[in-house]
């Protein structure tokens, strides 16, 4: 699979992200205990992914104020997300952490939440750099 | 033929104030001594490339050490260490190195690490700079904050992960795979090392009004660092570097925060620029 060239639409997107991380070898083999609820905001759309023992059991396209729970939030502006969305990402755009320390990325909620499934959530927002954003 | 590396490895006992650490280090070449540190929270394979490096390891006697509490070197012999939290300074950083240099007998060896390896190499040059014919801060800068996080140790999560997966993005991209995730690896086996020497490298490293005390001339300073480092970014080396007397600096293209361990063929071309401009290399000048 290749980085996206144009940007895809959100239908397009969340099929493309959810596929690329149930057939994930890494999340698939290390993700038996991936089970947490997020937000990603990017801006321009929002989404809240719903894990369960590392498959993604929902994943709510621009969900309203009150409508989905999740634990914690990963928050950039669209500029940021679009550099994640790259191939190979220019430095700063390679990581939340990176991200966090550097650009405009906000980690909010329960953060422990996001802590103890780390490694599974670091491998999922790196799929980024194959299936793209849709911003 | 038995494939046997020509690297070796020996321990050392080491006396710091009224401290023994029995010390684990790895070495090949022969020449001016080249003593490696390692990155907080982690151990000496970090500098396996480097090790084997033959074109370095000609001219050079590279040594690659444990500190203490990490990989292969035991906390301390001599102390009940586990009814106490574990915070190093940059006083017991420094005189261990210098310690560990005594017990080798090692004469104006080149000192290099990275990250709070890098950091120490300042404090070296600051405090040290009889002792060294040079140091070569890799990843380091004048004050590096941020970083001493509880999460490193939070019972309720994975120290292991916690502390692989959160440094994961310190390294670029373009590092191949294999070597990050050997690095990756690493970092799962030292999280209650990792904290204590953060407090070094966040907190009691400070030396933004010091850097002017360095002397250049005496103890040349080259430091290296990556563009894809994201606690210190080239800006924050080339900043340092200024202020530093006849301080060096060098911008790593496409390499992060563990160049020698993440990508030891992109960092040996920046590595062997910084030995020729200390002069070290066979036919260099000086």
């Known amino acids: ?135 | 033929m038995p494939r046997i590396s020509p690297v070796t490895g020996h321990y050392v006992t080491v006396d710091v104030d009224d401290v023994q650490y029995k010390v684990f280090y790895l070495e090949n070449g022969t020449g001016q001594p080249l003593l490696c540190q390692h990155t907080a929270g982690c151990h000496n394979h970090q500098w396996r490339g480097l090790l084997e490096d033959e074109e370095i390891t000609a001219d050079h006697r590279v040594i690659a050490y444990d500190l203490p509490r990490h990989g292969k070197s035991d906390p301390p012999e001599n102390t009940e260490w586990w009814k106490e939290e574990y915070q190093l300074t940059a006083e017991h950083y420094t005189k261990f190195i210098v310690a560990l240099c005594d017990e080798l007998e090692l004469e104006q060896p080149i000192f290099m690490g990275s990250s709070f390896g890098g950091n120490v190499a300042l404090q070296l040059a600051l405090r040290y700079p009889e002792r060294f014919r040079a140091v070569i801060p890799v990843e380091a800068a004048d004050y590096s904050p941020g970083f001493y996080l509880d999460w490193w140790q939070h019972p309720h999560a994975n120290a292991a992960q916690v502390c692989a997966s959160g440094v994961w993005d310190l390294m670029a991209p373009q590092s191949p795979e294999a070597d990050r995730w050997k690095t990756w690896f690493y970092y799962s086996q030292g999280s209650e090392a990792f904290k204590g020497d953060l407090y070094f490298y966040s907190v009691d490293h400070d030396l933004r009004d010091k850097l002017d005390q360095i002397d250049g001339d005496r103890c040349p300073v080259v430091m290296l660092t990556g563009t894809y480092d994201y606690l210190t970014t080239p800006e924050d080396g080339r900043r340092t570097a200024g202020q530093i007397r006849n301080g060096e600096f060098i911008e790593m293209e496409d390499i992060g925060h563990f160049p020698m361990s993440e990508n030891h063929e992109v960092f040996r071309r920046y590595l062997l620029q910084a030995l020729d401009r200390i002069g070290s290399r066979a036919g260099a000048q000086a």
């Not at chain 1, 103890?116 to 849709?134: A, D, H, K």
Request: charged fraction near 20%; aromatic fraction near 10%.
């Open chain 1, 1 to 135: 699979m290749t980085a996206a060239t144009t940007t895809p639409t959100v239908e397009e997107w969340v099929r493309s992200f959810t596929d690329a991380s149930d057939r994930d070898p890494e999340i698939q083999a290390h993700g038996k205990y991936f089970t947490c609820g997020y937000l990603l905001d990017m801006a321009d759309h929002h989404f809240v992914v719903r894990m369960t023992s590392g498959k993604v059991a929902e994943l709510a396209i621009d969900p309203g104020p009150l409508d989905v729970g999740y634990q914690f939030a990963i928050r950039a502006g669209a500029e940021t997300w679009r550099g994640f969305g790259t191939e190979v990402p220019a430095p700063m755009f390679h990581g939340i952490w990176a991200a966090t320390f550097r650009r405009d990325m906000k980690l909010e909620g329960d953060v422990l939440v996001l802590m103890q499934n780390l490694r599974c959530i670091t491998r999922q927002i790196e799929l980024l750099r194959t299936v793209g954003v849709p911003v």
